[in-house]
């Protein structure tokens, strides 16, 4: 059997609680995503009417109550009487219009929207700014105050280094050429002084310009390694980021291809007319209907893939849950607001009239969304939760009960039908009045939690060739073709369960077989006996499946079956399997048995 996941959906400010289940952990997981997000658009809802009923009132009581604005005030509540009438006006039209809402729509499940297209939510990490690196200093670039050289350049057209010649020195030759030379020998003098002076301080600026050059070149040395350490830094954090955020756009990306994957594959499950995607397609079409938030929305389904009959559990409205209000009218000298229920026949009218109208609509939604022919026919049963106000307990029934035939039901103009008529015609089961909410048995219900299905136990491993199965003690008898059937039908996911010992010719075990053509519910019957089985027994057996609401019937025995028993079961869903039948299962699972009628019966004690 195929492994179910459930997940618990709760709204604390609605007060709702639902359990979604599947078989598909990812379908399961969308559903339920999507039906806590139309909860929580529910609740939005409801807190901003509160919030501006509020508004409203609050603005009111800070008027100045001027005669003007007194008067402005009974306008204003005027106005809103009459919005609260319209309003009131609008949602009983929408109650009475529930059905024809529903036909103006197409109702098929929209695979591709059902698929996640979000996109990944965390933005792309900026990418990291660096710091500057310094520049590196050059030794003609250094930028200092150089020592001037104190004194200018002995310049030999210099005034000092030209002799005075007197009157002597131009009559005397040898006196003037001895004052040009000392003349001459001052400026080389001074002019050699100046050089080395020169030198002296081009010197000491060059050291001066080294050593400038040296401590900015150091500085540069030190702040380098400190910018590439830092920089390095901002790119590994930054490569870092990039890298998480590639990480989770991937997971991102591959939750959405998984989910999106599990939609896929429970659509090509629908298509193949798989029962649990049928029943899971079913319901995303009901859970996509519209109701008023107060209704409660709940569904159980079935789906009978033998005869695709689709069996639906429907929780219905209770009379409370409708709106009653027909007017609402406002009395300037109380200064109130005085509403207007609608009668107590009216209201009972127009619930009966919305419960026909849900039955009709599911229905119709149902068949309208069937694009793959799943289903032959539908069976609603409407149920609705209340309190008894006998007992004061809460109590659930089901009111009303209809099987619709697809093809039947698809010729009917739902425009213009009376509901109630439209219901009776197709045969449908109701309270007569449905707002007393009196219970009805339902037309058809199965349900794989049946009350008499007790633990199975293992016998087939105490068989051998000389184990006799005419004798075997009849308990026995019945777990063992529970056991065979179980690994007859464990191939395609069945299970099979028995039934308390009864001796009562009742149901002695019961299989659900998934297959998508043969499978469904199917009662067995296990006879233990040494004469032939005559033909009361297989009427017995038709009787059972029909009472059971199964697809099959299946009776096996020790024995054989009179021509009668045959001829009976000629053209019915049963399959009546004898001895050799019988012994040919055991050995194909792997197991060996006699069957020895005359041996039987004289263990049991029988005449021979």
């Keep these: 059997m195929l492994p179910r996941y459930t997940v618990e959906v709760s709204h604390n400010g609605l007060g709702k609680y639902r359990v979604v289940s599947g078989t598909d952990h990812y379908v399961v997981q969308a559903k339920a995503k999507a039906l806590q997000l139309s909860w929580d658009e529910e609740y939005s809802r409801k807190q901003r009417k509160e919030h501006e009923k509020n508004s409203k009132e609050q603005e009111r009581r800070s008027r100045i109550r001027s005669r003007e604005e007194r008067q402005q005030d009974v306008e204003d509540k005027l106005e809103e009487a009459a919005q609260r009438t319209e309003d009131a006006k609008t949602e009983l039209e929408q109650i009475q219009n529930t059905l024809r809402s529903a036909l103006k729509l197409k109702h098929a ?230 509403e207007v229920s609608l009668s107590e026949s009216e209201s009972n009218r127009n619930y009966s009239n919305l419960l026909y109208q849900i039955c009709l609509r599911t229905i119709y939604e149902l068949f309208d969304a069937d694009i793959v022919g799943a289903l032959n026919a539908v069976v609603f049963n409407g149920w609705v939760k209340s309190i008894d106000k006998a007992t004061g307990k809460i109590t659930n029934g089901c009111l009303l009960s209809v099987e619709a035939k697809k093809e039947e039901f698809q010729d009917i103009n739902l425009n213009d039908v009376d509901p109630k008529t439209c219901f009776k ?103 233990r006996y040494t004469n032939t089985v005559g033909v009361g027994f297989v009427r017995e057996l038709w009787g059972t499946v029909l009472n059971e609401g199964a697809m099959k019937g299946i009776l096996i025995t020790t024995t054989d079956y009179g021509p009668d028993a045959y001829e009976f079961a000629k053209g019915k869903p049963l399959t009546l399997m004898n001895g050799a039948n019988l012994l040919y299962l055991l050995e194909k699972h792997g197991h060996k048995a006699k069957i020895d009628i005359k041996e039987a019966k004289l263990i049991l004690g029988e005449k021979v």
């Design 109 to 338: 499940v929209k695979w591709e929207k059902l698929k996640r297209t979000d996109p990944y939510p965390t933005p792309e990490p900026i990418a990291p700014s660096y710091r500057e690196y310094p520049y590196e200093p050059k030794p003609d670039d250094i930028k200092y105050q150089p020592l001037p050289n104190p004194e200018p350049e002995p310049q030999s057209g210099d005034t000092r280094y030209k002799p005075s010649l007197g009157f002597f020195d131009k009559l005397v030759k040898s006196r003037a050429e001895k004052k040009i030379q000392t003349a001459n020998e001052l400026y080389a003098n001074e002019h050699a002084a100046w050089i080395e002076r020169a030198q002296q301080i081009e010197a000491e600026n060059k050291k001066q310009a080294n050593e400038l050059y040296l401590r900015d070149r150091a500085a540069w040395e030190e702040a380098v390694p400190k910018v590439q350490i830092e920089n390095q830094k901002r790119y590994d954090a930054g490569v870092a980021a990039i890298n998480q955020w590639n990480a989770g756009r991937l997971e991102h990306e591959q939750t959405l291809a998984k989910e999106n994957e599990a939609v896929e594959k429970r659509k090509a499950d629908y298509e193949a007319l798989l029962p649990d995607a049928v029943t899971d397609y079913c319901e995303l079409v009901l859970s996509a209907s519209k109701y008023p938030d107060n209704f409660p929305q709940d569904f159980n389904f079935e789906y009978i893939t033998a005869s695709k009959i689709l069996v639906i559990d429907y929780s219905l409205p209770a009379p409370e849950h409708l709106p009653d209000l027909k007017e609402v009218k406002y009395v300037k000298a109380k200064d109130e607001f005085v």
């Design 425 to 527: 015609a197709l045969k449908g089961v109701g309270s007569s009045q449905l707002h007393s909410l009196t219970p009805i048995p339902p037309v058809l219900n199965i349900s794989r939690e049946d009350k008499r299905f007790i633990a199975s136990k293992e016998v087939a491993g105490q068989l051998d060739e000389r184990f006799n199965l005419a004798a075997m003690d009849w308990e026995d008898f019945e777990q063992l073709i529970r056991e065979l059937f179980q690994q007859e039908f464990n191939k395609n996911g069945g299970e099979v369960k028995v039934t308390q010992a009864s001796r009562d010719g009742g149901v002695d075990a019961v299989a659900f077989d998934p297959d998508p053509i043969h499978g469904g519910k199917i009662v067995i019957q296990a006879k």
